[in-house]
C-alpha cells in the first residue's frame, strides 16, 4: 500500500542553524515520483521539488538540498542556515505509476517547522 | 505566472446547507483536482476530472460531494448538506497531464467552516 510518514510532527529551531525534515514513504510500484510542498502560514501549498524514482541524484537549490535513498525508502530535506521566512508546515508527498487515470498526490501529516529569532 | 484561483477564500454555512466552491484552473490544463485539509491534519486527494467526467474518487468523495465544469473556465465542487466534519481547507488543483510526475499547481484554498 502506499503511504508517507513524516515522524518528526514540530521541529523548533534557532536561525541559522541547519534542520533537516525526515520522509519515508511505501510504495507498490518500481516508478513514483516524490515532492515535497511548503504551506505557509498563510495556506496555500507552494511545490519545492520533484523527484522521480529512477534518479537517485541528491539536488541542491540554493538553502534548499534534498537526499533520497530508495534502499532506506526515504526523501529528506535539508534546510542550511534556515531563516525566520522557513517557518511553515512541510509535506512529503507520492506519486505513484499504477496504471490509474490521476496523477493524485498521496500526502505526510507533514512537519511544523517553526524557526526562532 | 499563471495561478490556480479559487474562491471565496472563506466561506462559512450552516450544517445542513449547500456549498459551492468554485476554482478556475490554469487555461491550457486539462486535469483537474480537489484535494481537502481539515485544520492540522495532512491534505487528502477527493476526486480528479478530466474530460468532463470523474477519473477517480477517493473514500471520502461519497454522494454527498460532486464536481462539476460548467463553462469552459470554472470547476466546482458542490458538497449537498454539509455536516460539521465538512469543515476544512479545500484545495483545488490542476495540471497539464495525468502523466506520472506532473505537477500538480495548487489554489490557494477555501476554508469551508460548517456550524
Known amino acids: 500500500a502506499q503511504k508517507v510518514t513524516q515522524a518528526q510532527t514540530e521541529i523548533s529551531v534557532v536561525e541559522k542553524e541547519d534542520v533537516t525534515l525526515d520522509c519515508v514513504y511505501e510504495?507498490?510500484?518500481?516508478?513514483?515520483?516524490l515532492f515535497w510542498y511548503k504551506q505557509p502560514p498563510s495556506g496555500e501549498l507552494v511545490f519545492l521539488i520533484r523527484?522521480?524514482?529512477?534518479?537517485?541524484q541528491n539536488e541542491i537549490s540554493g538553502r534548499y538540498s534534498w537526499n533520497f535513498q530508495k534502499s532506506t525508502s526515504s526523501f529528506n530535506f535539508t534546510i542550511t542556515a534556515s531563516q525566520v521566512v522557513d517557518s511553515a508546515v512541510y509535506f512529503c508527498?507520492?506519486?505513484?505509476?499504477?496504471?490509474?487515470?490521476?496523477?493524485?498526490?498521496?500526502f505526510g501529516t507533514g512537519t511544523l517547522l517553526a524557526v526562532q529569532p | 505566472e499563471p495561478e490556480v484561483t479559487q474562491t471565496p477564500s472563506h466561506q462559512v454555512t450552516q450544517m445542513g446547507q449547500e456549498v459551492i466552491l468554485r476554482c478556475v484552473p490554469i487555461?491550457?490544463?486539462?486535469?483537474f483536482y480537489w484535494y481537502r485539509q481539515i485544520l492540522g491534519q495532512k491534505v487528502e486527494f477527493l476526486v480528479s476530472?478530466?474530460?468532463?467526467?470523474?477519473?477517480?474518487k477517493s473514500e471520502i468523495f461519497d454522494d454527498q460531494f460532486s464536481v462539476e465544469r460548467p463553462d469552459g473556465s470554472n470547476f466546482t465542487l458542490k458538497i449537498r448538506s454539509t455536516k460539521l466534519e465538512d469543515s476544512a481547507m479545500y484545495f483545488c488543483?490542476?495540471?497539464?497531464?495525468?502523466?506520472?510526475?506532473?505537477?500538480?499547481?495548487f489554489g490557494q484554498g477555501t476554508r469551508l467552516t460548517v456550524v
Open positions: 488543483a490542476s495540471s497539464a497531464q495525468t502523466r506520472i510526475g506532473t505537477e500538480a499547481f
Open positions: 510504495t507498490r510500484d518500481t516508478t513514483y515520483y
Open positions: 523527484r522521480n524514482s529512477f534518479d537517485e
Open positions: 508527498a507520492l506519486s505513484e505509476d499504477y496504471g490509474g487515470a490521476t496523477n493524485k498526490l498521496i
Open positions: 487555461s491550457n490544463h486539462l486535469y
Open positions: 476530472f478530466y474530460n468532463n467526467e470523474i477519473s477517480e
